[in-house]
């Protein structure tokens, strides 16, 4: 079992959607989970992060951490046409982060 | 503004011929990183220097060398490039190695290709 998996999609809604994106993992050491935006032929972007289990919104962005399931998520409300990218799932326990593969979103207008 | 920087943004080079990667920060952070991402694929981190202390990751190829000269700058070397190092190399910095690490500051990359 891979220590992050993400479904790498190409996951496709029509603008103004609510939408979920996912990450499971195995390591229970993991204690800070991330979001990453990657836009086409651009390095990532930190998104948000989480410190342990919980909520945080910031805007149009929710990220969700069940630490009992080993489940993140992140939902984006009234999606644009601008978020469309690839949303890489990160986390750590040490000084290092584990990505996940990246799951692409296209917000069709 | 403060960034990362890579050069060149795209490198083609030959099978076995040494080529060299770029990275410079104006962050002032003491930790910079390289990734190697292939297509569809988690960053996969190469090694990092905390300062000049430079940490390399066990599955890192030996054909793959970083140097340092000062905090600004960081290379990559990879001395003789196979067809499966055609990826995009992703320099990036953090403020310190144990605080507010995971909040990794990306440049644009480098998109390698080997012939």
């Known amino acids: 079992q891979k220590e992050v998996e993400q479904d790498p999609g190409p996951l496709s809604v029509p603008e103004g959607a609510i939408v979920s994106l996912n990450c499971t993992y195995s390591n229970s050491a993991f204690q800070y989970f991330m979001w990453y935006r990657q836009y086409s032929r651009k390095g990532p972007e930190l998104l948000m992060y989480?410190?342990?289990?919980g909520n945080k919104e910031d805007g149009r962005f929710t990220a969700q951490v069940d630490k009992s399931s080993k489940y993140i998520s992140l939902f984006i409300r009234d999606s644009q046409p601008s978020d469309s990218a690839t949303y890489l799932c990160?986390?750590?326990?040490?000084?290092?982060?584990?990505f996940g593969k990246g799951t692409r979103l296209h917000i069709l207008p | 503004d403060a960034m990362v920087i890579q050069n060149p943004r795209y490198q083609v080079t030959q099978f076995g011929k040494p080529v060299t990667l770029s990275c410079s920060q104006t962050?002032?952070?003491?930790?910079m990183y390289w990734y190697q991402q292939k297509s569809s694929q988690a960053p996969k981190l190469l090694f990092h220097y905390y300062d000049k202390d430079f940490n390399n990751e066990a599955d890192t190829p030996d054909n793959f060398q970083s140097r340092r000269p000062n905090t600004s700058f960081c290379f990559l070397d990879i001395r003789s490039p196979g067809l499966g190092d055609a990826a995009m190399y992703l320099c990036?910095?953090?403020?310190?190695?144990?605080?507010?690490?995971?909040?990794?500051?990306f440049g644009p990359g480098t998109r390698l290709t080997v012939l």
């Open positions: 990160a986390m750590s326990g040490d000084d290092k982060i584990i």
């Open positions: 989480t410190y342990s289990s």
């Open positions: 962050l002032n952070h003491n930790v």
């Open positions: 990036a910095t953090s403020r310190g190695r144990t605080r507010g690490y995971w909040e990794q500051f």
